[in-house]
């Protein structure tokens, strides 16, 4: 079993230097994968409101109908 890591098992040949530059990305995708990780962090909340029961919704001021309008109030 091998526990250390070996010098072999980096990369040394041309490749490693390439692995430095940076890669210029078009500014739409920077836009794009805002709008992505957005979505996820509101799927993320929709799930665990939908997981609490109704004494917790409560405890914080909401109700089950009050879940799919949530997004698109202003906190």
Not at 2 to 30: C, E, Y
Request: hydrophobic share 35%; net charge positive.
């Amino acid at each position: 079993m091998k526990n250390a890591m070996q010098k072999s098992d980096f990369n040394t040949g041309s490749d490693a230097k390439l692995s430095h530059i940076a890669v210029k990305r078009p500014p739409w995708w920077a836009a794009l994968f805002r709008r992505y990780q957005h979505w996820r962090a509101r799927r993320r909340d929709r799930r665990a409101l939908m997981s609490l029961n109704e004494s917790q919704l409560r405890d914080i001021g909401l109700s089950r109908g009050d879940l799919p309008y949530r997004d698109e109030r202003k906190f």
